[in-house]
């Protein structure tokens, strides 16, 4: 059983950045897998970035984000980060972050995440 809780999330002005965090409770986290998830008003959940397991460092971005997010993990502190800069408006949303078990190629889609956590909400003024 894992447990997931964002933070990070605020208002921040179109071309900012922010780092959001998702702490994880266990003790095998770097045995999970972690995607973030956005949804925007009237629109679906949608795949933002992932990363695999443990160290091995590899990771998948949605189209809308390469170049400008970027994903990372400190499994000593049971924590990843997505770094996003260059923020538009259409990035505002609430973020969720995900964890699977045991993938050496993180999943992007919904259903291959078992736990969530509750989101955090990101405001990008124009």
């Known amino acids: 059983q894992v447990q997931l809780v964002e933070s990070g999330g605020g208002l921040v002005q179109a071309g900012g950045s922010l780092r959001l965090s998702c702490a994880a409770s266990?003790?095998?986290?770097?045995?999970?897998?972690v995607g973030w998830f956005r949804q925007a008003p009237g629109k679906e959940r949608e795949f933002v970035a992932a990363i695999s397991i443990g160290n091995i460092g590899n990771t998948n971005y949605a189209d809308s984000v390469k170049g400008r997010f970027t994903i990372s993990r400190d499994n000593a502190k049971n924590t990843v980060y997505p770094q996003m800069n260059s923020l538009k408006p259409e990035d505002a949303a609430v973020y969720y972050c995900a964890a699977t078990h045991l993938r050496v190629v993180p999943p992007i889609r919904e259903s291959d995440y078992a736990y969530w956590g509750q989101g955090t909400q990101v405001t990008v003024s124009s």
């Open positions: 266990g003790r095998t986290f770097s045995s999970y897998a």
